[in-house]
C-alpha cells in the first residue's frame, strides 16, 4: 500500500506556500530506516554484504549523504555520478561502475578513480586495453542469462532476455573473464540484473541460481575464484493500493539457504565464499517521496479533467511507461464525494498524464493533489520540453517538523544561460538569405527568357 504524506495535510498546504508548486518531498528519517532494515537484514543473512545504491533513482547529494552514512556504496552508471561519488568522498571499492555501450573515454576515467568496473559486453575488454593499456586489477561482468523477469506493468523493466540490450550472454562469459584476466585482472567479481520492480521471492532464487551456475562454469573452465557476486537491485515497491510490500529479512533467509546449498557442493569447492552484493535503489527511496501539484484548471467535457501545475518533466514514469502511482486529493474528507477523472499536466502532448479514470475525491481548483512514491525514478528523470522548470526537492526530518531545501527550483534564465545568439549570426543569416534571393530571382528571369525564345 503506498505510504501517507510524513505530514497533516496543513503541513503540506504550508510547505508548498512556502516552496511553491509542484513540489518534491522526501522522508529523509524514513529512507534512513528503511536502509538500515535492508543492509540489516541482509547482513545477517551473508556476513560483509554490501549494498550500493543505484545513484540513477535519486541523484540529490543530500539524499546520498544520508544513505551513505547508513553503510552504503553508490551504484553509478555514467561519468556524471561518477564525479558525484567522487564530490562526496566516496571512492575506490565503495563505488560500482555499470554503464552499457560505454566509451573507452568513459572506462578511463572509471579506471583513474579505481571503482570496481563492471563491464557489459566481452568487447569491452578491447576498450578497456586501449584506453588504458590493460585491465584493472579487479573485474566484473554482468550476466544476462537471455531471461528475465519483472511485476510492473512497465515491461521495459524486464532487464534480462534476447530483447535487452544490457549484459553478457552465457555463451560469451567465459570469454570475457578469459580475455580479462590475459589483460591484467586478477581478481574477480560478477552481476547481474534481469528485472525490476519485482516483488516476487521466487525471481530471486530463479535468478540467483542463474547466476551461480555461471560462477560455477567461468570457475571450472578457468579456475578463477570470485570475490563477490553482485544480485543486482530490482526490489520492488507496491504501487498499487493492494500490493503487499517485499519483506526484505525473509528474502534475505531464502537466499542464504540457496547459497548454502550450493556452496556445500563440490563445484565451487575451495573458493572462499563470495561476498554478496546489491545495488537496489527504488526499493530503497520510492516509498519516501511524494510530488505534490496544485490544480489550476478543471475541465468537463467526453470526461472530467484535472490540470496540475506539474507535468512529465516531473513525473515521466505515468506517460512514458503507463504506470499506476497514487494520488490523494490533500486533505480531503474520508466521506467526500468520489467521481471518475482524468489528471494531467499542461505539456503540449497527449500523453502527459499521471492518471486515467481515476476514482478521486471531487476536487476544485486550487487544492493540492499528491503523488504517491516518487522517490526514484522521478525527479531523476525530468527534461525541459516546453521549458519546464524542474521542481524544488525538500527532505523532511524530526517527523516532518524540519525541512531542508535540498534544490531550488530551477529558473527560466538557467535554460538558456548555455545558449549564444550573437547579432553577427543574425547578420551572417540575413546576408545569405539576400544573396539566395537574388539567385533564385536570377534563375527564375532565365527560365521565363527560355520559355520566350521557344515560342
Not at 510547505?15 to 528519517?29: F, H, I, R, W
Not at 525541512?403 to 531550488?408: K, N, Q, T
Request: proline residues 5%; contains cysteine.
Amino acid at each position: 500500500m503506498p505510504l501517507p504524506t510524513p505530514v497533516p495535510a496543513e503541513r503540506v498546504e504550508e510547505l508548498c506556500k512556502k516552496y511553491g508548486t509542484p513540489l518534491q518531498l522526501y522522508d529523509g528519517d524514513a529512507m534512513r530506516a528503511n536502509a538500515r532494515e535492508l543492509i540489516g537484514s541482509f547482513g545477517k543473512a551473508f556476513p560483509g554484504f554490501k549494498q550500493f545504491f543505484a545513484v540513477k533513482a535519486l541523484p540529490n547529494p543530500a539524499v546520498l549523504r544520508l544513505l551513505i552514512h547508513e553503510g552504503c556504496g553508490l551504484d553509478c552508471s555514467s561519468t556524471s555520478e561518477l564525479h558525484i561519488a567522487k564530490e562526496l568522498g566516496v571512492l575506490g571499492e565503495d563505488v560500482m561502475f555499470t554503464s552499457n555501450f560505454t566509451s573507452e573515454e568513459d572506462l578511463g576515467i572509471a579506471f583513474d578513480q579505481g571503482v570496481v568496473i563492471n563491464l557489459d559486453d566481452v568487447t569491452s575488454v578491447d576498450n578497456m586495453v586501449r584506453a588504458r593499456g590493460r585491465c584493472p586489477d579487479l573485474i566484473s561482468f554482468r550476466l544476462n542469462p537471455g531471461v528475465g523477469r519483472t511485476d510492473s506493468e512497465t515491461k521495459s523493466n524486464v532487464l534480462g532476455g534476447t530483447d535487452s540490450k544490457f549484459g553478457v550472454p552465457p555463451f560469451q562469459i567465459v570469454e570475457a573473464y578469459r580475455k580479462a584476466k590475459e589483460n591484467g585482472s586478477k581478481r574477480f567479481g560478477i552481476h547481474m540484473m534481469t528485472g525490476s520492480c519485482v516483488l516476487s521471492d521466487d525471481y530471486w532464487i530463479d535468478a540467483v541460481s542463474e547466476l551461480l551456475n555461471a560462477v560455477k562454469t567461468i570457475r571450472q573452465e578457468l579456475g578463477i575464484d570470485f570475490e563477490f557476486v553482485n544480485l543486482g537491485g530490482g526490489i520492488g515497491v507496491p504501487y498499487h493500493p493492494d500490493e503487499p510490500r517485499v519483506q526484505v529479512d525473509v528474502l534475505a533467509e531464502k537466499l542464504r539457504c540457496k547459497f548454502e546449498t550450493f556452496f556445500a557442493g563440490d563445484a565451487c569447492k575451495g573458493m572462499p565464499k563470495p561476498r554478496v552484493c546489491m545495488e537496489n535503489g527504488r526499493y530503497m527511496t520510492g516509498p519516501f517521496g511524494w510530488l505534490v501539484s496544485r490544480c489550476k484548471a478543471t475541465k468537463d467535457t467526453y470526461a472530467k479533467f484535472y490540470g496540475l501545475d506539474a507535468c512529465m518533466a516531473n513525473l515521466m514514469r505515468p506517460g512514458m511507461y503507463e504506470s499506476y502511482h497514487h494520488i490523494t486529493v490533500n486533505g480531503a474528507d474520508k466521506d467526500a464525494v468520489q467521481e471518475k477523472a482524468h489528471v494531467v499536466g499542461t505539456l503540449c502532448e497527449n500523453n502527459d498524464w499521471f492518471a486515467k479514470d481515476r476514482i478521486l475525491p471531487k476536487a476544485k481548483k486550487g487544492d493540492l493533489f499528491v503523488i504517491h512514491d516518487t522517490g526514484a525514478h522521478a525527479h531523476s528523470m525530468g527534461f525541459q520540453y516546453n521549458g519546464k522548470l524542474r521542481a524544488p526537492e525538500v527532505i523532511l526530518t524530526n517527523s516532518g517538523t524540519k525541512d531542508f531545501l535540498v534544490r531550488d527550483r530551477e529558473n527560466i534564465e538557467q535554460l538558456y544561460s548555455n545558449t549564444h545568439h550573437s547579432a553577427e549570426l543574425l547578420q551572417s543569416m540575413t546576408g545569405a538569405e539576400a544573396h539566395g534571393e537574388k539567385r533564385v530571382m536570377e534563375a527564375t528571369e532565365d527560365k521565363e527568357n527560355k520559355k520566350s525564345c521557344v515560342a
